[in-house]
């Protein structure tokens, strides 16, 4: 025997629509696992912090000519008149720093420090970026098949990555981008270098997502919804792209976050040993290389690229721990 319903006598003197009407305000929707993710996220004050100042950077880096045009000087441009002739060191306190150039200027060349900073920005974020889309691309669809057909296959692949993790990858991007000559493959300046930049940092680091990716597909593959799809009839294929691949873009997400960075200190440090885009370009690691002999004199020219480089890996960190708490929260 059950219980009667405890129905109000409101409801009762109403008519039918009112309690439907009623019933449709109080029906309680579900959430998707991104809404979910996102709900979490946003109350990580700290990731979000780190989202916004990546933000900031990104259009920074994208209206770079207008904020410099505001604000500073062309960065190619030698101001002498603004140096010591005697020994070449910027005049004026903290590097020469005032409202004309905000962050002082070069020793020995008088160019504006902020501008400088600012379209060093484009190429550092310009490279990290496309270096992780190649090693993105690469690591999930070979950890894709690796994971999911299993056998040779799979051997083959992951002894494949295990000898790219095993690569000297820093003597081999010295040795590689020091033999490119100044044209080649029908390019030739920041092209060239930029391409050649990528493709060293992207094709040699996609073993670390794949492996990540490969353990995930490992997992997948035995779930219902892939027996469920391949009892219907489904290919191989659409298995993977259109089962699998969507349970693996959480990781990916986080891992593409986390592994920025990374792209952007060993871009850096190619800069800074000679090896990565040229000068006059500007770029962070080259700024920082210039700056080795000057930072007793104008310590500025040292601080802050080096704070750019900080600021731009602390952010990007932040968010990728962020997002790896709110999508597996289990994680912590």
């Given at each position: 025997m059950t219980a009667p319903l405890d129905v109000p006598e409101s409801a009762i003197e109403a008519g039918p629509e009112t309690v439907l009407e009623g019933a449709e305000t109080s029906v309680i929707r579900g959430r998707s696992?991104?809404?979910?993710?996102?709900?979490?996220?946003?109350?990580?004050?700290?990731?979000?912090?780190?989202?916004?100042?990546?933000?900031?950077?990104?259009?920074?880096?994208?209206?770079?000519?207008?904020?410099?045009?505001?604000?500073?000087?062309?960065?190619?441009?030698?101001?002498?008149?603004?140096?010591?002739?005697?020994?070449?060191?910027?005049?004026?306190?903290?590097?020469?720093?005032?409202?004309?150039?905000?962050?002082?200027?070069e020793p020995d060349s008088g160019r504006d420090l902020f501008s400088r900073v600012l379209y060093g920005a484009r190429i550092s974020l310009l490279i990290a970026f496309f270096a992780t889309l190649l090693c993105v691309v690469l690591g999930t669809v070979l950890g894709m098949i690796a994971g999911f057909f299993g056998g040779w296959v799979d051997t083959v692949i992951s002894r494949l990555m295990d000898i790219f993790l095993a690569f000297p990858l820093l003597v081999f991007a010295l040795a590689l981008a020091?033999?490119?000559?100044?044209?080649?493959?029908?390019?030739?300046?920041?092209?060239?270098?930029?391409?050649?930049?990528?493709?060293?940092?992207?094709?040699?680091?996609?073993?670390?997502?794949?492996?990540?990716?490969?353990?995930?597909?490992?997992?997948?593959?035995?779930?219902?919804?892939?027996?469920?799809?391949?009892?219907?009839?489904?290919?191989?294929?659409?298995?993977?792209?259109?089962?699998?691949l969507p349970n693996l873009l959480a990781p990916i997400l986080v891992y593409s976050t986390l592994l920025i960075p990374s792209n952007i200190l060993f871009e850096a440090a190619l800069s800074f040993l000679g090896v990565g885009v040229r000068p006059p370009t500007p770029t962070w690691g080259g700024m920082l290389s210039d700056a080795v002999h000057n930072y007793q004199v104008a310590p500025n020219f040292m601080i802050f690229p080096g704070l750019a480089i900080f600021i731009t890996v602390l952010a990007f960190n932040l968010l990728g721990d962020g997002l790896r708490d709110a999508f597996d929260p289990k994680a912590r």
């Amino acid at each position: 025997m059950t219980a009667p319903l405890d129905v109000p006598e409101s409801a009762i003197e109403a008519g039918p629509e009112t309690v439907l009407e009623g019933a449709e305000t109080s029906v309680i929707r579900g959430r998707s696992l991104g809404q979910i993710a996102w709900m979490r996220l946003k109350r990580d004050r700290i990731a979000m912090t780190g989202g916004i100042v990546i933000l900031l950077l990104i259009l920074v880096a994208v209206f770079a000519p207008l904020l410099v045009s505001w604000f500073g000087h062309p960065p190619g441009e030698w101001h002498r008149e603004k140096l010591d002739p005697s020994i070449g060191a910027p005049l004026g306190a903290f590097g020469g720093i005032s409202s004309d150039f905000l962050f002082g200027v070069e020793p020995d060349s008088g160019r504006d420090l902020f501008s400088r900073v600012l379209y060093g920005a484009r190429i550092s974020l310009l490279i990290a970026f496309f270096a992780t889309l190649l090693c993105v691309v690469l690591g999930t669809v070979l950890g894709m098949i690796a994971g999911f057909f299993g056998g040779w296959v799979d051997t083959v692949i992951s002894r494949l990555m295990d000898i790219f993790l095993a690569f000297p990858l820093l003597v081999f991007a010295l040795a590689l981008a020091g033999v490119i000559p100044d044209k080649a493959f029908g390019m030739s300046g920041d092209t060239l270098r930029i391409s050649l930049l990528v493709f060293i940092i992207g094709f040699f680091n996609w073993p670390y997502i794949g492996r990540i990716i490969r353990g995930q597909t490992l997992s997948l593959r035995e779930r219902e919804f892939v027996d469920a799809s391949r009892s219907l009839g489904a290919r191989n294929h659409t298995i993977l792209f259109k089962e699998i691949l969507p349970n693996l873009l959480a990781p990916i997400l986080v891992y593409s976050t986390l592994l920025i960075p990374s792209n952007i200190l060993f871009e850096a440090a190619l800069s800074f040993l000679g090896v990565g885009v040229r000068p006059p370009t500007p770029t962070w690691g080259g700024m920082l290389s210039d700056a080795v002999h000057n930072y007793q004199v104008a310590p500025n020219f040292m601080i802050f690229p080096g704070l750019a480089i900080f600021i731009t890996v602390l952010a990007f960190n932040l968010l990728g721990d962020g997002l790896r708490d709110a999508f597996d929260p289990k994680a912590r």
